[in-house]
């Protein structure tokens, strides 16, 4: 039989170091083709890009994997690497990460890393985003490998029709602290910004966001809860934004 | 009584015909204040800007309306308009678009005047993007007008609690052929991508993201089957991701 085709990418960017641990991992389970952002893309949620043309170049970085740097978001990295390098060949698993810093909650929609794997779930591709609670470029993903492997695994080997985007996040914590996998619901918490502001050299004003992730979701069933109670968090994600439970409250509006 | 306070948003930048539309008609409902990009910001999705400052302007282009130009993404403006411009005052709603081109089915991922609505909600505002199914500037608007004040006006006056986000899309019709309101799920179409490929001056190759929209949902209840039969569809959404059919599926990944 033939090795399962597993795409990664991410959305720190090629050089960073997390998804050099995916790769690895990947490398284990199946033939492993790299398709990332040359640069750094946080926050950069399912931004594609229409007005300019993107680039693509070949990246001696993975010894022995074909590994492709992209001028793009993280979402333009999957289109492009299913459309472009892998030419529509069938693609097992796409897996992004790991990111620097959680994704954990609403975080989702802004995140580049989850980005990537919605982008994949749409395409029909199983895809999971896996994040460690550590923003530092040399955070430790030694304790969380035998982890991701096993959700790796676990993925390849269930049919891919439920569920078939994954929002891993691991917190950090050294390796018999781990306590384990939980299946979650998103947490209902968010950001409370704040802006920095200030004057640029030549007196102009500027912003800068920053902010403070705030929870008031107090449910034990929740990414944040399992996070900090020592616990993997996987929450079964989906693109259809669709809110069913309102439809009915607002026939109303049709005849208004 | 004092008159609810708007914000006017979109992704198409502060000068594109559509927005012009929207300030009009939220005008006569209440106080508006509007923040939107300097510059066109199609596809940016949920992306925020981390990494750099942002500007903020006046913008004398509404008569008689405060306006301000972002340097930032869509939901850039969401989150300044919120806590620089209008210090945290309750926003009673916001209103973005309306986007030259439709946002219905799978686009609101992509979307940033859905996105920029989607921020809106997750900051519990009442909050609807509109979007026109013609990408030309010069897109006929009036048609449609009554029908945008009407799910505003809607909108304004029911309880905040369910379907606050709402994805509008307006088929491209004379007056006379406009048939209604429709409640619609999001239509499970998508993108089939096909990449322009060419070499620049220096002999590069470059990729350019093109594609066709492709639906092979045959639901009459969708966002796509409404615009095509004439009818305008509202689909309630939302930023809970979470799949919650399949998170009983994936408990024995937590054994694995």
Not at 11 to 27: S, T
Not at 155 to 161: M, N, Q, S, V
Not at 207 to 222: A, P
């Amino acid at each position: 039989m033939s090795k399962p085709l597993i795409l990664v990418t991410n959305d720190d960017g090629i050089v960073a170091p997390g998804i050099r641990v995916l790769v690895e991992l990947a490398a284990e389970l199946g033939e492993v083709v790299v398709v990332a952002p040359d640069s750094p893309q946080s926050g950069q949620g399912h931004a594609i890009t229409i007005h300019d043309p993107l680039r693509l170049k070949k990246a001696n970085i993975f010894p022995g994997i074909e590994a492709w740097e992209c001028s793009g978001t993280p979402v333009d990295c999957v289109k492009l690497a299913k459309h472009v390098v892998l030419k529509d060949r069938p693609i097992a698993l796409c897996v992004s990460g790991i990111n620097h810093g959680t994704n954990a909650s609403i975080n989702i929609i802004y995140s580049g890393t989850l980005s990537a794997a919605m982008e994949a779930s749409v395409e029909n591709i199983r895809s999971i985003g896996f994040s460690l609670d550590d923003f530092s470029f040399d955070a430790d993903f030694k304790p969380c490998k035998p982890w991701v492997r096993k959700i790796m695994e676990y993925t390849l080997a269930r049919p891919f029709e439920h569920g078939n985007l994954l929002n891993v996040n691991i917190p950090k914590l050294a390796a018999d602290k781990l306590r384990g996998i939980r299946i979650c619901r998103q947490a209902d918490a968010r950001w409370v910004e704040n802006f920095m502001e200030g004057h640029d050299p030549s007196g102009q004003p500027y912003y800068w966001l920053t902010g403070e992730f705030v929870n008031h979701d107090k449910g034990e069933d929740t990414d944040v809860w399992a996070l900090h109670n020592g616990f993997i968090s996987v929450v079964p994600s989906m693109h259809d934004l669709t809110n069913y439970k309102a439809l009915s409250s607002l026939n109303d509006l049709e005849s208004y």
